[in-house]
């Protein structure tokens, strides 16, 4: 259960980071409010996941759960560039996640 708690917010901090370009520096309403609800979140289910996983791997998977969710929603929402490089790089950071559960 910890693991499915790390990996939702994970999620939910791409969530945020996702959101955050829309809040305009936090000058728009709804688009700060979904930011601040998504980060709470996620800090909230790190903070539960990391009772019965070790701190050093849950953050560090909770980071990279984040940042590939991240990288995947700049490359749909906002165009971000797709090269060979950058996929080679996301799946190394999908690699160390998985090896990390499997590790710990």
């Known amino acids: 259960m910890a693991w499915v708690l ?3 917010g994970g999620l939910m901090e791409a969530g945020w980071a996702t959101a955050m370009p829309a809040t305009r520096g ?3 309403l709804w688009p700060t409010v979904l930011f601040l609800v998504l980060l709470a979140g996620s800090m909230l289910l790190l903070d539960r996941a990391q009772r019965d ?3 050093g791997t849950a953050y560090s998977a909770w980071v990279g759960i ?3 969710g991240a990288v995947i929603a700049g490359i749909a929402l906002y165009d971000d560039a797709v090269t060979p490089a950058r996929m080679f790089f996301v799946v190394l950071l999908i690699v160390s ?3 990390l559960k499997v590790a710990g």
Request: net charge positive.
């Open 26 to 28: 936090f000058t728009r």
């Open 53 to 55: 996983i070790p701190l």
């Open 97 to 99: 996640i998985v090896g």
């Open 6 to 8: 790390l990996i939702l």
């Open 66 to 68: 984040g940042a590939v």
